[in-house]
């Protein structure tokens, strides 16, 4: 696939003379014309068979948003369309999304936009055609596996979770080459903009007033941030101060699959300590859920009180739970590995304490790796990597025999047992 088709309209002569200069200058771009009235337009669409249409909204939102719906709700019309307007409008750029718009562009201020966005078009044709071969002569499906989601949770907050999180996506992508997408559910307290050193344009409450029959691909695909790590990233909210809506769990659900069906790994970051809707739809989704904790009483006693909890609702098999600041002063009266035979479950990795290093990497919004890559806890970090991804084998289980004779036990004794 060498060229795109192209129909375009224009809604003022500086406008047409704008585009037809730039559609010429593209080698890969095959069009007879770009035209002003719609008319004219639906014509060239039913002869020409356009890959693409362009349609300028300016001054006729009304006409013009009629003719994008008109296309864009044809089942017979495999083109994509791209709304074009002056204005960067966020109610002009939703309504031309709900209407059936793939693109939203700011033109003729952006001209570059228009360019990129054809040019993907152009490679995602390419691939199709590519993959649709393959998959005749294969007598295979070409649709790729959904991608492992996994979901990061502590029963109590500042045990380090989103840090462990942040870096779990990003050694994912960097040690193994995978895509990964990066999903923050907090929509009040967003702490990945900081850690990722990032103001977002969008977050989820850009999407979550929306009836989820209205929400589309390209709906979905604006509030993706293409991180300068390379990870793709969804953030709760933009600021604490930020009045979004909740987002629903429908909405939820179509956000996930888009995720999974795009990218390898899909890790999630849920709000520490909130037992929602949204975390029991996460960890049921989940394909791993690693439970957060430290050697500390008070997460001691909330992991734990989670655990029991999970015993009844939850596939126990697939929650991992990760001693978080393994190796700073254990808990009062308790060695390492006590607590690790009061959680009475099996470790599944154990990350070292490194205090500077976390807060060095979280001041200046980076990745433990790129601070210090030889670091004690970054090791630890891909080595779970690893162990998740199958390329490293657990650590002998640790044996945990249910008992209650340490501090623990003396503070969680069962109120029915005896005394």
Not at 245 to 255: G, K, P, V
Not at 302 to 313: F, I, N, P, V
Not at 355 to 373: H, Q, Y
Request: charged share 25%; glycine share 4%; net charge negative.
């Amino acid at each position: 696939m060498n060229t795109i088709k192209i129909v375009a309209v224009a809604s003022s002569e500086e406008t047409r003379v704008s585009l037809y200069t730039q559609l010429q200058a593209l080698d890969f771009v095959e069009f007879n014309g770009v035209y002003i009235e719609l008319s004219d337009a639906v014509r060239e669409c039913q002869s020409f068979g356009p890959d693409v249409i362009i349609v300028d909204t300016t001054a006729r939102e009304l006409d013009a948003g009629l003719f994008i719906q008109a296309i864009g709700m044809n089942p017979e019309n495999p083109c994509v369309i791209y709304a074009l307007h002056r204005e960067m409008d966020i109610n002009i750029f939703k309504e031309a999304i709900r209407q059936g718009a793939k693109e939203f562009i700011q033109y003729p201020e952006d001209k570059q936009s228009l360019e990129v966005a054809l040019k993907k078009h152009l490679a995602f044709m390419s691939r199709v055609a590519t993959h649709g071969k393959s998959a005749s002569a294969a007598g295979a499906s070409p649709q790729k596996s959904p991608g492992k989601i996994i979901t990061c949770f502590a029963a109590k907050g500042g045990v380090g979770c989103s840090t462990i999180a942040v870096n779990l996506a990003y050694e994912l992508h960097t040690l193994q080459k995978q895509s990964v997408a990066f999903l923050d559910l907090d929509q009040v307290f967003c702490n990945t903009a900081i850690m990722l050193n990032h103001k977002p344009s969008y977050s989820i409450g850009d999407i979550a007033e929306n009836n989820p029959k209205d929400v589309d691909e390209a709906l979905l695909s604006k509030i993706i941030i293409k991180h300068d790590s390379g990870l793709h990233v969804v953030v709760g909210s933009k600021s604490v101060l930020d009045d979004n809506e909740m987002i629903s769990a429908e909405l939820l659900e179509l956000m996930v699959d888009y995720l999974s069906t795009r990218y390898d790994y899909v890790v999630v970051d849920l709000p520490t300590h909130v037992l929602d809707p949204y975390h029991q739809y996460m960890v049921e989704r989940a394909d791993e859920v690693l439970l957060v904790s430290c050697p500390d009483i008070p997460s001691l006693y909330r992991t734990r009180q989670y655990l029991d909890l999970a015993q009844k609702y939850l596939d126990m098999r697939k929650i991992k739970m990760v001693l978080n600041r393994y190796n700073m002063k254990a808990a009062y009266r308790m060695s390492n590995q006590d607590v690790e035979g009061e959680f009475r479950y099996d470790i599944f990795a154990r990350i070292p304490n490194d205090w500077d290093l976390n807060v060095e990497a979280n001041s200046f919004g980076t990745a433990l790796s790129k601070v210090n890559p030889k670091a004690d806890t970054v090791k630890a970090l891909q080595k779970m990597v690893l162990q998740l991804t199958g390329e490293a084998a657990e650590d002998p289980e640790t044996k945990t025999q249910g008992s209650n004779s340490g501090l623990l036990g003396k503070l969680f004794t069962p109120k029915n047992a005896a005394t």
